[in-house]
């Protein structure tokens, strides 16, 4: 869609992201979803002064299996190659596109 057409908006309310601002409160509803759902923000929230790894757990416990499959389906897995330490890099370190799938892989 074209930019300001309330794609991310709309995305933040499915998550219960969303706040009125021409009412000032929340707006109340709901959705039906089947399944899980996880909602990825446009500008990634990183944990400063951690590793990529903690960055993607995010204070989850450790999963192996789930782990590498979100590496993969996010791509992140081909930006840690690049880096010398792997996962064990600091955030800092990914370059921008790196940001995106680490936020990808969280989710």
């Known amino acids: ?4 057409s309330g794609k991310s908006t709309l995305l933040a309310g499915l998550v219960g992201g969303c706040r009125s601002e021409h009412w ?13 759902l996880a909602y ?5 929230s990183l944990l400063a002064s ?5 960055n993607v757990l995010c204070g989850r416990p450790w999963d192996s299996q789930r782990y590498e ?15 010398s330490n792997g996962d064990s890099s600091m955030v800092e370190e990914l370059p921008g596109k790196g940001l995106a799938a680490m936020q ?4």
């Open 104 to 107: 990808l892989a969280r989710a």
């Open 50 to 54: 951690c590793s990529v790894r903690e």
């Open 24 to 36: 000032g409160e929340d707006l109340d509803g709901g959705v039906l979803l089947s399944g899980r």
């Open 1 to 4: 869609g074209a930019t300001k």
């Open 40 to 44: 990825a923000p446009q500008e990634p």
């Open 69 to 83: 499959q979100a590496l993969i389906t996010s791509t992140l897995s081909e930006d840690l190659l690049q880096l």
